[in-house]
Nanobody, 120 residues
Framework: QVQLVESGGGLMQPGGSMRLSCAASGSSFSIIAMTWYRQVPGKQRELVAGITSGGSTSYADAVKGRFTISRDNAKNTAYLQMNSLKPEDTAVYYC??????????????WGQGTQVTVSS
């Protein structure tokens, strides 16, 4: 019912900046909240940042002061601005959407992920 597509990943040197995008699409839905996660092979998926439709935000301690989550409700798109990138930020970044769909069901949808690599 809700499809998510992440984009903006790639290779960046330490100290650099990148912006990830997560675009939601579907026939009829209403986003409750969108959240960014990241995962490194062999480790648990980690919550990075979240934002509600009303604009309330939250961040993991590891990214506070460096990452900023935002959204464009008209475009059903969430963004993750990543500054002062560190090698430990390297991971696959996933977008999650908590949403109401036309069938009056609350669903949780995941994108395919986008690779972010921070290396010299």
């Amino acid at each position: 019912q809700v499809q998510l597509v992440e984009s903006g990943g790639g290779l960046m040197q330490p100290g650099g900046s990148m912006r990830l995008s997560c675009a939601a699409s579907g026939s009829s839905f209403s986003i409750i909240a969108m959240t960014w996660y990241r995962q490194v092979p062999g480790k648990q998926r980690e919550l990075v940042a979240g934002i509600t439709s009303g604009g309330s935000t939250s961040y993991a301690d590891a990214v506070k002061g460096r990452f900023t989550i935002s959204r464009d409700n008209a475009k059903n798109t969430a963004y993750l601005q990543m500054n002062s990138l560190k090698p430990e930020d390297t991971a696959v970044y996933y977008c999650n959407a908590d949403a109401w769909v036309a069938t009056m069901r609350r669903v949780s949808s995941w994108g395919q992920g986008t690779q972010v690599t921070v290396s010299s």
